[in-house]
């Protein structure tokens, strides 16, 4: 299993990032997957989920209504397009299996600082 996170960096608070996922080592079209976040100190949560046919999606409270999740599942590709981003977004992201994450990426950074 191969999990490459891509799209973080150093944003202003309000602003935007898209983050993606290329994935390859596991049947991408019937596993859900999900976004996942680790800040400096804390446990990494779950930020987004989305089905394997992306019907059904769920957010952390404290993203609702700021990031979408998506999937290709031609491109076996998972994205997070995070808008109106806060200094407390700051973290490495990961994307997994929705359920039984294992493998863990390298994950990508955002930062949001003025």
């Known amino acids: 299993v191969q999990l490459v996170e891509s799209g973080g960096g150093l944003v202003q608070p309000g602003g935007s990032l898209r983050l993606s996922c290329a994935t390859s080592?596991?049947?991408?079209?019937?596993?859900?997957m999900a976004w996942y976040r680790q800040a400096p100190g804390k446990q990494r949560e779950l930020v987004a989920g989305?089905?394997?046919?992306?019907?059904?999606?769920m957010y952390a409270d404290s993203v609702k209504g700021r990031f979408t999740i998506s999937r290709d599942n031609g491109k076996n590709t998972v994205y997070l397009q995070m808008n109106s981003l806060k200094p407390e977004d700051t973290a490495v992201y990961y994307c997994n299996r929705w359920v039984g994450a294992t493998n863990w990426g390298q994950g990508t950074q955002v930062t949001v600082s003025s």
């Open positions: 989305i089905s394997s046919g992306g019907k059904t999606i």
């Open positions: 080592g596991i049947i991408f079209g019937i596993t859900g």
